[in-house]
């Protein structure tokens, strides 16, 4: 098993094990469990520059795909992320794999269509069951799959905020006892940490 809980905004991580990540599960907090329910929030920049700078290093060694589940929050977000840094590393690419078909069914307006512009940009798109929304069975399947291809997991998650990543967070650890599988963990002291410092690299462009 190879695991590691750290931050990244003040020092490269060495390399834990063998594991080359080709393939990275990214998945965290939906945006309205962090207390966020606009995209002008300040919160999500943090969040963002976060999970940026894991994804960097990965990219530089080696990382060609990202496989996300489309939720509003955290999958999101990078997807909005692997957009931009496709500008640097050409080769990346994502995927929206879902538990189901139209999870956004019941999303409002503006979320749908945020959600869809990232449904058409996505390098690849698929249902894990292929049917609509039938019961919880469908995301346990979906956490499965993914997990199961993928070389390795980065979480937004704090072990003090319990929330919905809790599930696949444990079937990961789960996996990962018998398996070559890192998981990535970004909680809520990696992102105060982040705050300060770029807080303090703002008030010293003054």
């Not at 207390?35 to 080696?62: M, Q, T, V, Y």
């Not at 500008?87 to 269509?113: G, M, R, S």
């Not at 398996?179 to 807080?199: M, P």
Request: proline letters at 3%; a negative charge; hydrophobic letters at 35%.
């Amino acid at each position: 098993m190879v695991t590691r809980t750290c931050y990244d905004g003040i020092r490269r991580l060495d390399k834990l094990g063998d594991v080359m990540i080709k393939r990275l599960l990214v998945t965290g907090y939906k945006a309205h469990e962090l207390g966020i329910f606009n995209d002008s929030h300040k919160g999500i920049p943090i969040i963002k520059a976060a999970i940026e700078n894991h994804l960097r290093i990965l990219l530089d060694e080696g990382l060609e795909w990202v496989i996300l589940g489309g939720g509003q929050g955290i999958e999101t977000w990078t997807a909005e992320l692997i957009l931009e840094l496709k500008h640097e590393y050409p080769h990346v690419k994502f995927a929206i794999i879902t538990p189901f078909l139209e999870q956004e069914k019941n999303w409002n307006e503006q979320k749908k269509e945020k959600y869809e512009r990232l449904l058409m940009q996505a390098d690849y798109q698929t249902s894990v069951t292929k049917k609509p929304y039938e019961a919880p069975w469908q995301f346990i399947e979906r956490n499965k799959f993914v997990v199961r291809n993928t070389d390795g997991m980065l979480i937004v998650y704090d072990e003090e905020n319990e929330g919905s990543p809790k599930f696949i967070k444990k079937l990961a650890e789960q996996y990962a006892e018998k398996n070559d599988y890192q998981i990535i963990t970004i909680d809520a002291y990696d992102l105060q940490v982040l705050a300060e410092e770029i807080a303090e690299k703002e008030r010293n462009q003054f």
